[in-house]
């Protein structure tokens, strides 16, 4: 069983730039997992924002590309999100997520909160 634990998340002005960390736990093949962060607006169906699979294969929704960057760090069991020139649609909870390749099995964080409000 996999434990994520999301941080980072807050309330920040239009353009402006947060850095969002998810601490792995449960697992000592961190490597193996595809990590992701997925989003959810107000009102609105859960997106996939960024994937970071294990071999360093790296994908971003559209309308983050240029602005967000997904990385990891295996030796810390730590993926993260850094988000730049921030607008009012990134509103929304931030789920980070993880599945070991070749498994089904998707595990999910508790999700944090980024609000871009002027």
């Known amino acids: 069983q996999v434990q994520l634990v999301e941080s980072g998340g807050g309330l920040v002005q239009p353009g402006g730039s947060l850095r969002l960390s998810c601490a792995a736990s449960?697992?000592?093949?961190?490597?193996?997992?595809?990590m992701g962060w997925y989003r959810q607006a107000p009102g609105k169906q859960r997106e996939l924002v960024a994937t970071?699979?294990?071999?360093?294969?790296?994908s971003y929704a559209d309308s983050v590309k240029g602005r967000f960057t997904i990385s990891r760090d295996n030796a810390k069991n730590t993926v993260y999100l850094q988000m730049n020139s921030l607008k009012l649609e990134d509103t929304g909870d931030y789920y980070c997520?993880?599945?070991?390749?070749?498994?089904?099995?998707?595990?999910w964080g508790q999700g944090t909160q980024v609000t871009v409000s002027s």
């Open positions: 449960g697992s000592s093949m961190f490597s193996m997992y595809t």
């Open positions: 970071n699979g294990g071999s360093g294969s790296i």
């Open positions: 997520t993880a599945r070991r390749l070749g498994t089904p099995t998707t595990y």
